[in-house]
C-alpha cells in the first residue's frame, strides 16, 4: 500500500506562486510514476502534470505547460509541483496520485492510490 499527503495549497493572488508537496509512504517511491490532477467546482477531475519513474520523463497539460513544473526527490519519498503565474481558472483541489507503471499518466482511470488532496484559491 503506498498513501499520500499533499500539502502547500492556498489562497494567493493572480499572477502568484505556489509549490505543491505531496509526500508519499513506503520504500518503493523510486519505481512509482506520479502524477498531479486537479478538479474545479462542478467539473471533471483533470490531468496536470506528470512524471515518469526511472527516467523521469514530465508531462504536461496544456493550460499549464510554461507555468507548472513537476518533479520528485526519491530520497525524500516527494513529487512537487512549482505553480507560476497562477490564474483564476488553476482554482481547485489539487490531487497527488501513483501508479506502479509508465503508461496512461494522463489517464486518472489508471492510478491506484490516491492522496486527499489541497485546495489552490486565486483571487484575481
Known amino acids: 500500500q503506498v498513501q499520500l499527503a499533499e500539502s502547500g495549497g492556498g489562497l494567493v493572488q493572480a499572477g502568484g506562486s505556489l509549490r505543491l508537496s505531496c509526500a508519499a509512504s513506503g520504500r518503493t517511491f523510486s519505481t512509482l510514476s506520479m502524477a498531479w490532477f486537479r478538479q474545479a467546482p462542478g467539473k471533471e477531475r483533470e490531468f496536470v502534470a506528470a512524471?515518469?519513474?526511472?527516467?523521469?520523463?514530465?508531462y504536461y497539460a496544456d493550460s499549464v505547460k510554461g507555468r507548472f513544473t513537476i518533479s520528485r526527490d526519491n530520497a525524500k519519498n516527494t513529487v512537487y509541483l512549482q505553480i507560476n503565474s497562477l490564474k483564476p481558472e488553476d482554482t481547485a483541489v489539487y490531487y497527488c496520485?501513483?501508479?506502479?507503471?509508465?503508461?496512461?499518466?494522463?489517464?486518472?482511470?489508471?492510478?491506484?492510490?490516491w492522496g486527499q488532496g489541497t485546495q489552490v484559491t486565486v483571487s484575481s
Open positions: 512524471i515518469r519513474r526511472y527516467a523521469g520523463n514530465t
Open positions: 496520485a501513483a501508479r506502479y507503471s509508465d503508461y496512461g499518466l494522463q489517464d486518472a482511470r489508471a492510478y491506484d492510490y
